[in-house]
């Protein structure tokens, strides 16, 4: 085992109820930040998310509950057989939750011809609403810029209150190794044998929220693309793959980057007792 | 003999102004057993501080193994101290066995398990407290605290050893055990610095002795 592995084995050896209850508080606090992050990009239109009005977006055709199993089937194969449709999924009335439908037809037109394959579904008759994100932003979901300040200002109060608590969770913990550090500093054990553990924890806070962090956004993704009309899809952006694989890369990437703030801290701590005479 | 330690004009004042250390000089041979005495606060302490680059010289020069202790940068300062076996008064060692002590020292300066486990139990012989490796340290008496204490020092074998005031709270029988077993570290080529108050056991009447007063040396 390294030098580097055994010190760090023995620093979360030695860490106590309370420190591990304020790292792990930081680590939820992390978590909630990249979640008040990522709200940003969910609760947005597909226009403000960087693509042009409907393109490449699903879109949800309900439909009528007068027509025959016939009729939808042909409605099916129709659209399927249409080129400007990327995609075509069959929802079942009771996956909808809903009697007053047919099921529904979760569409994905190819780019460009959204408005095409819109039209086409709006004259069939056989579609009685249509659920798509539009261009002025209309969509349910979308944050109102107030929403947007307040959420700003929670995000950055959330990672001042994540870095105070973090602080003292490493205090806490720094205490606890503290008889190790200064036998290490005494034997002249290379400083950075005991400041990159600690780095390192401080980095694991942030890696482990990351990874809790993308796989919610997941889970969320998946069950807003199984059941496009539940309450998740109120956040247009858990339904487009490609926004939420942009949200977990970015917020994964922050929260590795809080962590190794937490962590810089943490070393920043371990000079500041090094250099105190005597010890 | 070659000189281990050179000190000169040595002149440290502490945070209250107050001047502890004035124009020190001194010198220690490889391999020579020091005593230096003084009365409480006399400087003791700080002066074992600096030579196991503990604290940051102010003025004057301070020579161990031949390295100006003035000049080091941060990562020469811990290069040396792995050849300086440093024990401070009142060293708190970690709430475990001996052997794990000294083990933890051991492979937190890059040894494996067994080579760790090897070269303690050298250095547990050395000071005698081979049959207590396995108590844990709250339970050992003064004494053998004190042997801990020096095993976990010389484990990774200093070439120099500085100990600060490792008679105090000893009843006579104990100072002359922690004598005759800095005497028996010395006889294994470790050249060994000891501030004591005093007075100095029949085990060490072989060592060179000086005192702090008043911030200077007296031979």
Redesign the interface.
């Known amino acids: 085992?390294s030098?580097f592995l055994?010190?760090f084995r023995?620093l979360l050896g030695s860490i106590k109820p309370r420190g591990a209850m304020l790292l792990l508080l930081t680590g939820v606090l992390i978590f909630a930040a990249l979640g008040a992050f990522s709200a940003f990009f969910l609760f947005q239109t597909p226009a403000a998310l960087g693509s042009s009005p409907l393109t490449g977006e699903e879109f949800v055709a309900y439909l009528d509950p007068q027509l025959t199993t016939l009729q939808i089937e042909a409605l099916y194969a129709a659209l399927r057989a249409d080129p400007s449709v990327a995609r075509i999924d069959y929802l079942l009335p009771q996956e909808l939750g809903r009697r007053d439908a047919s099921g529904a037809l979760l569409v994905q037109p190819v780019e460009g011809a959204a408005e095409a394959v819109f039209a086409q579904l709006d004259s069939s008759g056989a579609v009685f609403r249509v659920d798509r994100p539009t261009a002025s932003g209309g969509i349910p979901g979308a944050l109102s810029p107030s929403a947007r300040t307040g959420l700003l200002v929670g995000l950055l109060v959330g990672i001042a209150v994540c870095l105070i608590v973090a602080r003292f969770g490493l205090k806490d913990l720094l205490q606890a190794f503290d008889?190790?550090l200064?036998?290490?500093h005494?034997?002249?054990?290379?400083?950075a044998?005991?400041s990159v553990p600690v780095l390192v924890a401080g980095i694991s806070c942030g890696l482990i929220a990351s990874a809790a962090f993308i796989a919610v956004l997941y889970a969320f993704h998946l069950a807003a693309v199984s059941n496009p009309t539940s309450v998740i899809t109120l956040a247009p952006g858990l339904r487009s793959a490609g926004c939420v694989r942009r949200i977990a890369a970015l917020g994964g990437a922050i929260g590795v980057g809080l962590g190794l703030l937490v962590g810089g801290l943490g070393v920043g701590l371990v000079f500041r007792r090094g250099q105190k005479?005597?010890? | 003999m070659s000189v281990m330690v050179q000190v000169s004009e040595l002149t440290y004042t502490n945070d209250d102004g107050i001047r502890v250390l004035d124009d020190v000089h001194l010198h220690v041979e490889r391999e020579e057993m020091l005593v230096i005495t003084g009365h409480a606060a006399a400087g003791k302490s700080i002066l074992l501080?600096l030579l196991?680059t503990?604290?940051a010289p102010q003025s004057g020069q301070i020579l161990v193994h031949g390295r100006n202790i003035t000049r080091l940068t941060?990562r020469k300062a811990?290069?040396?101290?792995?050849?300086?076996g440093?024990l401070?008064h009142g060293?708190?060692?970690?709430?475990r066995t001996v052997l794990e002590?000294l083990v933890?020292?051991l492979?937190?300066?890059?040894d494996f398990?067994e080579q760790a486990e090897e070269r303690s139990l050298i250095a547990l012989e050395d000071v005698g407290l081979t049959a207590k490796l396995n108590v844990p340290v709250p339970e050992l008496s003064s004494v053998d605290r004190m042997r801990a204490g020096l095993a976990?020092s010389i484990c990774?074998e200093p070439l120099l050893l500085l100990v600060d005031e490792p008679l105090a709270d000893l009843g006579p029988e104990d100072r002359e055990t922690i004598g005759s077993v800095l005497s028996r570290i010395h006889a294994k080529s470790t050249t060994v610095v000891v501030a004591t108050r005093g007075p100095i056991p029949a085990a060490m009447a072989g060592a060179r002795s000086v005192s702090l007063v008043d911030g200077k040396v007296v031979t």
């Open positions: 085992m030098t055994y010190v023995e008889g190790q200064r036998m290490m005494l034997a002249g054990v290379d400083e044998a005991y005479p005597g010890s | 501080e196991a503990q604290r941060r811990v290069g040396l101290r792995r050849r300086i440093y401070p060293f708190p060692l970690l709430e002590n933890f020292k492979r937190a300066l890059g398990r976990t990774n």
